[in-house]
């Protein structure tokens, strides 16, 4: 097993219908209005930007995004990434019970030299941290979503 080999895989229930969803998750630069873990987010060009993000633990990972698929007739987000994490996450969006069914999944090869440092004792905490930016992604698109 390679430790610094991560995939996570979340699944979000939202209460507003697809096409509103695509519409905010498609707009990266504005996720730290609305997420809390993501601290900054600055476009480089309209394809690529760059992501700072901090969850509980007290450290930060950067990471440069390149779009590599935008599909809204099929719901799909995915991006290539490079820098303190190398590999790709993808949105998946759904209808589904008058609202959402958002699939976010992510294959990544951690490449900071701290979380590689401590790959083999942090890989747990690496794992719930990681839970709780998506809880609180999830909690801040909620609210975003409703307040229109």
Same mark, same amino acid.
């Given at each position: 097993?390679?430790?610094?080999?991560? /995939? #996570? *895989? =979340?699944?979000?229930?939202?209460?507003?219908?697809?096409? %509103? +969803?695509?519409?905010?998750? &498609?707009?990266?630069?504005?996720?730290?209005?609305?997420?809390?873990?993501?601290?900054?987010?600055?476009?480089?060009?309209?394809?690529?930007?760059?992501? /700072? #993000? *901090? =969850?509980?633990?007290?450290?930060?990972?950067?990471?440069? %995004? +390149?779009?590599?698929?935008? &599909?809204?007739?099929?719901?799909?987000?995915?991006?290539?990434?490079?820098?303190?994490?190398?590999?790709?996450?993808?949105?998946?969006?759904?209808?589904?019970?008058?609202?959402?069914?958002?699939?976010?999944?992510?294959?990544?090869?951690?490449?900071?030299?701290?979380?590689?440092?401590?790959?083999?004792?942090?890989?747990?905490?690496?794992?719930?941290?990681?839970?709780?930016?998506?809880?609180?992604?999830?909690?801040?698109?909620?609210?975003?979503?409703?307040?229109?």
């Amino acid at each position: 097993m390679d430790w610094c080999r991560y /995939r #996570f *895989r =979340s699944v979000w229930q939202l209460a507003a219908p697809p096409d %509103a +969803v695509y519409a905010v998750l &498609e707009r990266a630069e504005e996720y730290p209005r609305w997420w809390p873990q993501v601290r900054e987010v600055t476009p480089v060009d309209e394809a690529t930007g760059t992501a /700072r #993000f *901090r =969850s509980f633990l007290p450290y930060e990972l950067v990471v440069t %995004a +390149v779009a590599r698929r935008r &599909e809204p007739e099929s719901g799909i987000l995915e991006i290539g990434m490079s820098g303190d994490l190398d590999g790709w996450a993808r949105w998946t969006l759904t209808a589904h019970d008058g609202g959402t069914r958002a699939v976010y999944e992510q294959e990544v090869e951690v490449r900071s030299r701290l979380m590689r440092a401590f790959a083999v004792p942090g890989r747990p905490v690496f794992r719930a941290n990681h839970a709780l930016m998506m809880r609180g992604g999830r909690r801040g698109l909620a609210a975003h979503l409703r307040s229109g």
